[in-house]
């Protein structure tokens, strides 16, 4: 099948009925977690599949289409928002970190809604002045990350959002640079996670995602 083509998922694939509970974290308000559930389910059914892009052998998934949609868009921003103020024992992060690119369509949203700073992470070469640097590899190739020097203070509470975990290389990268900075590390946020590749066990601070795929995918 061409790259251009998307395909249906399966319905074993949609296990969002309910909300990925992160170990050690408080049960979430009851009427927040219905919100969150079915607010799941719209956004799993906008979700796309695209095989063998960017490279043979991936299985891309695009999130694009939530943004088409403002309602969609809103109830995206919505589900990250309550996860963020039911999690982290009552500690409101003083900083979102967004990843370059996708990660910039969701965290300066998110920050606003939080009352936060939003600070970007960006791929090398692009931001001026002073900066620290961390190399990564991700599902399909290697990249450098860097953010500029003091935009994070000693001690700010961050959360790091991205799209999805793959490998989640880019995302231990982005946790190596906050701590680099001196910043406290609250948690991970993401839309989808791709569970075969066990992205997760790479960051060594919560990890929350509201959907999981490629399940049954092993390579
Ligand atoms: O868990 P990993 O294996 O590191 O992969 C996940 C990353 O890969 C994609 O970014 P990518 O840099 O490919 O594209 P983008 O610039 O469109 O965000 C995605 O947006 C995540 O940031
Ligand atoms: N399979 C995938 N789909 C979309 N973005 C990705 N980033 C890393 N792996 C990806
Ligand atoms: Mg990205």
Redesign the pocket.
């Known amino acids: 099948m061409s790259h251009s083509t998307p395909v249906d998922r399966p319905a074993s694939e949609s296990p969002d009925a309910a909300p990925t509970q992160v170990a050690g974290q408080p049960s979430a308000h009851p009427s927040r977690t219905t919100e969150l559930a079915s607010l799941k389910i719209r956004l799993r059914a906008a979700l796309r599949q695209f095989p063998d892009f960017p490279s043979p052998g ?5 999130i694009l289409p939530i943004f088409i949609d403002p309602t969609l868009h809103e109830a995206l921003i919505r589900s990250l928002e309550l996860h963020v103020l039911q999690s982290g024992n009552g500690q409101k992060p003083d900083v979102i970190v967004g990843l370059e690119a996708r990660g910039f369509l969701i965290g300066p949203s998110l920050a606003l809604r939080l009352g936060a700073s939003f600070v970007p992470v960006r791929k090398q070469g692009k931001l001026p002045g002073p900066c620290e640097t961390q190399a990564y590899d ?3 190739g290697q990249d450098f990350f860097q953010m500029q020097c003091g935009s994070i203070k000693p001690g700010q509470k961050v959360v790091i959002v991205d ?2 975990i ?1 490998t989640g290389g880019s995302a231990a990268a982005a946790g190596e640079l906050v701590k680099k900075m001196g910043g406290s590390l609250l948690g991970y946020v993401f839309i989808l996670e ?1 569970e075969f590749l066990k992205g997760r066990d790479k960051l060594q601070a919560p990890v929350f995602t509201l959907l999981a795929g490629q399940e049954g995918k092993t390579t």
């Open positions: 991936i299985l891309f998934e695009d991700k599902e399909y799209d999805i793959a791709l």
